[in-house]
Every structure is written in structure tokens, then in C-alpha cells.
């Protein structure tokens, strides 16, 4: 959960609250930012794991906005300090916010209309933005030699998955950020063998930084969580969490207090699959599966509620049975994880983060 002022933590549970929102953006080569927060209109932004997207719409009434597509920004959102007075007037004493994961604007849209309501701009500019450059970037990792036209490697140096992890975000200028709890697999994992664009020579198809970050994340039960740079000429970091069910409540929402929650929606679904083989131990010197190891997890709620889906996937990677039931209750975990979903509408809440635990009381 992210630290926040005592100060920021009073204003946001405030009645009457003044949002503070900084939008700087850079030129990607560095040689130029514009300050458009006071064209500020609407934003929208999405943050899921390893896929994050913003909508942001800005006046211009002027015409003065800048073609500005390929740029990135680190949105800044926060609250304004203040003092009322007599008729609610209103005295700003300070101010304090904090920045996003960084975002490149992808598309630039010149919007025309009759204006938005309170909002009295007809000219407007729609940005979208991601950050996609992990999935957009194939993984060509240098320092191995990955000959055109398959780019097929095979590493037998042995590492783990976290430093696997590290090095592909480091081809996109990202920084790694290890947490002190880990699920006893990413950081002592040892890779005997790992092949990348295996499938390029029959499909003709290349692995992403994502696709090979996704491999290693799928063997374990962490995440990775995309936190703002620490300088500009870095692009940002990621961090490691492992979340569990024992982890602490980072905050609790409730019907008829502060922090007071609008609307909550909870859905939880049948786990499918409920029944997962993971098959270990490939032979890569003589290319047979004949010492194969097969680990095995079970829902067995869902499999007592629904009958047995099973799912089997290879992690030849993988030599010992621990490991390689260790890999299979990794992906029943996912499984379970995204089995359960929901809504929780509140204020903005600057503490929140992707991954943390909340709690609701309602008495509705």
C-alpha cells in the first residue's frame, strides 16, 4: 500500500475535497515537456496487471495543444490544502500528490462538439495512452545469439525466473524492485536449461519481453506491480509481490462511515480449470519424455460443485516432483484468483494500490 501524508490522508477523507492533478508531458528523447494540467478535462485510467491504459481529454478551445503522440507522462494526482471561510470560501494552504506508472500517448484525436457537461470547451483533444512496450518488443535479448531468421536461443547458463524478469524489463529501460517476501520458487529456481522463439522455426512466430516475462511470472505464485520512475531517464520500475490469502487488510470501506464505499459488487465463480498437470523433466540432450515428472493440483470445492475440469501444460524446465508440484498449484492459484472478481466504487483513495487487500462493511 502506498505511504502517504497524514496531511493527504485528512484531505482525501475530507467532505470537500480539491483534486490536485499535475499532467507533465516529455518528449521520449528528452528535449522538451509541456505542462498542460490546466487543460485538464477528463481522465480515465485503467491499471491491470502488466497492461495499464488511460483516456485524457484536454481543452482547446485555442488550438494550442501540441501534436504530442509518442510522449509520455507520469500523471501526478493528488489533493489541494485548504481553509474555509466565511460564505465557504476557500483558502489553499498546500497541496501533495503522487505519480502513476509511466504512459506513452498512442493516439491524438481532435474532438469537435457541443461540449461536454460542466465543461463549456467545444474544441477538445482525446489522448489515449498505454504502456505496452514489454508486449510490443520482441525479445531479442543481446549478449545471446539469436540468428535471423528463427532468433531461436537456448540458455544453459542457469538462472532464476526474477533475474530472467530483470533482465527483459531492462531492455525497455525498466528497473526491478524485489519485495523481502517471496513464494520460495522466483528467486531460488534454478533454470537447467530455457529456450526462447522454440516454436519460430514451425509457426514463424517470435516471442514479446511479455511473452517470456508471462512464462516466468506463470511458474510461481507472484506479480509484478508497474511503480513510477525514480528519474526521467529511466522509464519506471516494476516490483515484485507475492500476495497471499494471510496477507493483511491494507483498508476497510463501509455503507455508513469514513471511508465510505458507493457501490460494491462481489462475484465469485466456478474455478475451470480445477484439476492441473504440469509435465516436467524433458530430456533436452536426448529429447525424450522418458523420466516424465507430472505434478498435480486440485480444487476440489470446484471439482465436488462442477466435476473435474482438468488442464495439463508443459514446465520442462522443471526436474524434481516438489517442483514440479510446486508449478501446478501456481496456476490453480491464478486460477483461483481470477475465479473471483468485483466493483468497488470510492473517492480516489492514493493509498491503493494494484494487488493490496480491502474490506467492506456494509449494513446496507
Same mark, same amino acid.
Given at each position: 500500500m502506498r505511504e502517504i501524508s497524514s496531511a493527504l490522508l485528512t484531505a482525501q477523507q475530507g467532505s470537500k475535497r480539491i483534486p490536485y492533478v499535475e499532467l507533465i508531458f516529455h518528449k521520449e528523447d528528452g528535449s522538451d515537456s509541456i505542462d498542460?494540467?490546466? &487543460?485538464? #478535462?477528463?481522465?480515465?485510467?485503467?491499471?491491470?496487471?502488466?497492461? $495499464?491504459?488511460?483516456?485524457?481529454?484536454?481543452?482547446?478551445?485555442?488550438?494550442? =495543444?501540441?501534436?504530442?503522440?509518442?510522449?509520455? *507522462? $507520469?500523471? +501526478?494526482l493528488g489533493d489541494k490544502f485548504f481553509t474555509e471561510g %466565511?460564505?465557504? %470560501?476557500? @483558502?489553499?494552504?498546500?497541496?501533495?500528490?503522487?505519480?502513476?506508472?509511466?504512459?506513452w500517448v498512442k493516439s491524438q484525436m481532435d474532438l469537435s462538439s457541443t461540449g461536454i457537461k460542466n465543461y463549456s470547451s467545444k474544441k477538445m483533444i482525446v489522448l489515449e495512452l498505454?504502456?505496452?512496450k514489454l508486449e510490443e518488443t520482441p525479445c531479442l535479448l543481446p549478449g545471446y545469439n539469436m540468428l535471423a531468421p528463427y532468433h531461436y536461443v537456448k540458455i544453459d547458463e542457469g538462472f532464476t525466473p526474477s533475474w530472467m524478469i530483470g533482465y527483459c524489463v531492462q531492455q525497455i529501460n525498466?528497473?526491478?524492485?524485489?519485495?523481502?517476501?517471496?513464494?520460495?520458487?522466483?528467486?531460488s529456481f534454478i533454470y537447467a536449461v530455457f529456450i526462447i522463439n522454440e516454436k519460430s522455426y514451425q509457426t514463424g512466430k517470435y516471442e514479446?519481453?511479455?511473452? =517470456?516475462?508471462?512464462?516466468? +511470472?506463470?511458474? @510461481?505464485?507472484?506479480?509484478?506491480?508497474?511503480? /513510477?520512475? +525514480?528519474? $526521467? @531517464?529511466?522509464?519506471?520500475?516494476?516490483? *515484485? #509481490?507475492? /500476495?497471499?490469502?494471510?496477507? /493483511?487488510?491494507?483498508?476497510?470501506?463501509?455503507?455508513?462511515?469514513?471511508?465510505?464505499?458507493?457501490?460494491f459488487v462481489y462475484t465469485k465463480n466456478v474455478v475451470i480449470p480445477n484439476k492441473i498437470l504440469s509435465y516436467c523433466n524433458y530430456n533436452y540432450e536426448l529429447e525424450t519424455w522418458d523420466d516424465l515428472i507430472v505434478g498435480v493440483a486440485e480444487d476440489q470445492e470446484s471439482i465436488d460443485?462442477?466435476?473435474? #475440469? /482438468?488442464?495439463? !501444460?508443459?514446465?520442462?524446465? #522443471? @526436474?524434481?516432483?516438489?517442483? %514440479?508440484? !510446486? =508449478?501446478?498449484?501456481?496456476?490453480? &492459484?491464478?486460477?483461483?484468483?481470477?475465479?473471483?472478481?468485483?466493483r468497488l466504487i470510492i473517492s480516489l483513495d492514493h493509498r491503493v494500490e494494484l494487488f493490496d487487500r480491502v474490506k467492506v462493511f456494509d449494513a446496507r
Open positions: 498542460y494540467s490546466d &487543460r485538464r #478535462v477528463l481522465i480515465k485510467q485503467h491499471e491491470e496487471h502488466l497492461n $495499464e491504459y488511460a483516456t485524457i481529454i484536454l481543452r482547446n478551445d485555442d488550438h494550442a =495543444v501540441q501534436d504530442i503522440k509518442g510522449w509520455w *507522462v $507520469e500523471m +501526478l %466565511a460564505y465557504g %470560501a476557500k @483558502t489553499i494552504t498546500g497541496l501533495e500528490g503522487h505519480k502513476i506508472g509511466r504512459l498505454d504502456d505496452k525498466f528497473g526491478m524492485e524485489y519485495s523481502e517476501e517471496d513464494d520460495g520458487f522466483i528467486n514479446s519481453l511479455k511473452d =517470456v516475462v508471462e512464462r516466468q +511470472l506463470s511458474y @510461481t505464485k507472484c506479480y509484478l506491480r508497474k511503480k /513510477p520512475s +525514480l528519474t $526521467e @531517464t529511466a522509464s519506471g520500475m516494476y516490483k *515484485v #509481490v507475492y /500476495p497471499t490469502d494471510n496477507d /493483511p487488510i491494507n483498508e476497510t470501506y463501509y455503507s455508513y462511515q469514513q471511508p465510505y464505499f458507493y457501490e460443485a462442477y466435476g473435474e #475440469v /482438468p488442464f495439463m !501444460f508443459w514446465a520442462p524446465e #522443471v @526436474t524434481t516432483q516438489g517442483e %514440479a508440484d !510446486f =508449478v501446478a498449484e501456481a496456476y490453480l &492459484r491464478r486460477q483461483k484468483i481470477a475465479s473471483r472478481g468485483g
